[in-house]
């Protein structure tokens, strides 16, 4: 299976994304897609997942979180693909730990926007802090694709917010680049880059799953989460490979297998598990 590429990783420290080509295989694919559609579609007619549906500027509802608590034969396996495996290993470190995963979708003839920004509380440090974006669809400036401002991951929090700011008052801004995407392409964007996009008038949906990772070692040095939370990620992260490994695509030839960290937690088949794994009231900087 297809793994990123040193070149693909100079041009990402760099610029602060990235476009991997051609990583899912077609069936793969084929049931991202149509289980995405059912997840959308669930949202959209108020089903249980659509409390779990975020809504954008204009009140269209666009990012669902927590994709693994809705049931769904796609997203852990998609998690637990090798290309991920690798990349996190590589990038991030053998101690990588899988931390938030969410659908973004633009409806089709009224998808939302999302203005310009940098994702949460982004550190001061240079750590590789990014996201996996994975795409079933085609994504085009006419179907409202990712824009992003190459190298602004490496800018000062003034500058950044200073563009930032600019962009939210006219989204046309000086070097933004369209981040044009075909289904089973892989983008990575670093969580301090700028990037944005516009609503979606075309009638095309436009898909993406999000998965943001950090590391055991990064966990200690930011204190983002205790350490109950990163335990159950990791556990978590191991029911994900445990599900690919027993229900495999066709067109699968290798597994991703994950190193335990010193001091970490083992998930055993027939364990309990919590899909949910939630941040909320784990979050170990919190004030009272
Ligand atoms: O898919 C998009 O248009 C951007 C989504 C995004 O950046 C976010 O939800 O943080
Ligand atoms: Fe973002």
Sequence with gaps: MRKITDAEIRFFDENGYA?????????????????????????????????????GPEGIPFYLTYLHVH????????????FIGDLLTRMVGPDFIPCYESLVFKLPGHGSSVPWHRDGNPVQGSERIFNI?????KSTVENSCVWVVPG????????????IARGRAHFDLPDA?????????????HTK???????????????VIYFDNRSFAWNRKYRWWTDEFVDLRCRLYLYALF??????????????DYQVPDGAPV????????????????EANRTP
Aim: net charge negative; glycine share 6%.
């Design 71 to 82: 049931p769904n034969s796609f997203s852990l396996r998609l998690l637990a693909h090798p």
């Design 243 to 256: 599900q690919r490994k027993t229900n495999p695509y066709p067109l699968d030839d290798e597994v991703f």
């Design 267 to 282: 998930w055993k088949p027939g364990d309990p598990i919590d899909l949910h794994a939630s941040r909320e009231g784990r």
């Design 193 to 207: 880059v700028m990037h944005g996009s516009t609503m979606n008038h075309s009638p095309q949906l436009r898909r």
């Design 133 to 137: 974006d994975i795409y079933p669809d």
């Design 177 to 189: 680049v369209p981040a044009e995407m075909e289904p089973g392409d892989v983008l990575l964007h």
């Design 19 to 55: 476009i991997i080509r051609g990583v899912l295989q077609d069936d793969e694919l084929a049931n991202f897609q149509k289980e995405s559609q059912r997840l959308i579609d669930e949202v959209v007619s108020g089903g249980p997942a659509a409390p779990w549906c975020i809504k």
């Design 152 to 163: 602004s991951h490496l800018w000062e929090k003034e500058r950044a917010n200073e563009m």
